[in-house]
Each structure stands twice: as structure tokens, then as C-alpha cells.
């Protein structure tokens, strides 16, 4: 084999180098985009939780015939579950409690047949993202939502 036919194969270091730079900038300029995307993430979670823990006291008002209620309390971005345990929100998300007040507080209570009276919480991410959890005044059925109650 002569010197001619031996071909080297690879890549140099300045071409290495190149395509590092390259990626290296798409991914810088593709961050904020999955900082947005982890954010939305983030606050659909937070909705289904809180969507759970009302679900939880409505399926524990009917097995206990007892009524049971979840308290909300938004200054401080917090709620008890009808087990009165605590579940606070991430700090960078806002809670508006669309329910009717029990004991000076924004309540959701089901009665033992797991009505409720109805009602709307809003959480609201940063980047203004909104998630709704609502509660029919009719069925007692809780669903998580981006868009608000009327327009479903």
C-alpha cells in the first residue's frame, strides 16, 4: 500500500472545536425555552395534586358519610387537606381561590353524598401560565384546566 492510498479518518481539533461552538450556541439560545417549558410543567403538577387531595376528600365524604373539606389559604400560597395536612405551593406560583368562605377561610366542602358547593381555584405561574382546578357545583367532578370554567 502506497503512501497515497493510506487515507487518514477522524476529525481535526478545529473541527471538534467548531461543532462544540455550534451546539454550545443553539443550546444557549434554546434555554429560555426550556426554562418555559419545566415552569409549565411545574404548575400542571401543582394542579394535579391539588385536583387529587379535593378527589381524595370528596371519595372520603362519601365512604365516612361525614362531610369533608379542604381549606385554602392564598396569602401564603398553602392548603389543608380534609386530613389536615399541609401542602404548600412552590414560592414562584399564585393562588386565587374562587369558593364559598367557611370559618373565615375559602373552603371546598363535600357533603356526605359528595356534593360540593362548587368552585374554581387559579394557580398562576411566573410567566403568567394559568391552571384552573374546577370543582361542578353539580357533580362534584374535579378537573384541571387551562382555560377558566366558562369557556368549557
Not at 401543582?46 to 387529587?52: G, L, R
Not at 371546598?108 to 381555584?121: I, K, L, R
Request: glycine share 6%; charged share 20%; proline share 6%.
Amino acid at each position: 500500500m502506497s503512501e497515497e492510498e493510506r487515507v487518514e479518518k477522524g476529525f481535526t481539533i478545529v473541527e471538534l472545536l467548531c461543532v462544540l461552538i455550534i451546539v454550545s450556541f443553539m443550546l444557549f439560545m434554546a434555554f429560555p425555552h426550556f426554562e418555559k417549558v419545566k415552569e409549565r410543567y411545574e404548575l400542571k403538577t401543582e394542579a394535579q395534586k391539588m385536583a387529587w387531595v379535593l378527589r381524595s376528600a370528596r371519595q372520603e365524604a362519601i365512604l365516612s358519610g361525614i362531610s369533608q373539606s379542604v381549606y385554602f389559604y392564598p396569602l401564603v400560597n398553602k392548603y389543608k387537606d380534609h386530613k389536615g395536612e399541609w401542602h404548600e405551593l412552590p414560592s414562584t406560583f399564585k393562588m386565587g381561590v374562587n369558593f364559598t368562605t367557611f370559618a373565615g377561610r375559602p373552603a371546598c366542602v363535600f357533603s356526605p353524598e359528595g356534593a360540593p358547593d362548587g368552585g374554581t381555584v387559579t394557580l398562576i405561574s411566573r410567566s403568567q401560565f394559568k391552571q384552573y382546578i374546577i370543582v361542578s357545583p353539580v357533580t362534584g367532578r374535579v378537573r384541571v384546566s387551562q382555560y377558566p370554567p366558562q369557556y368549557m
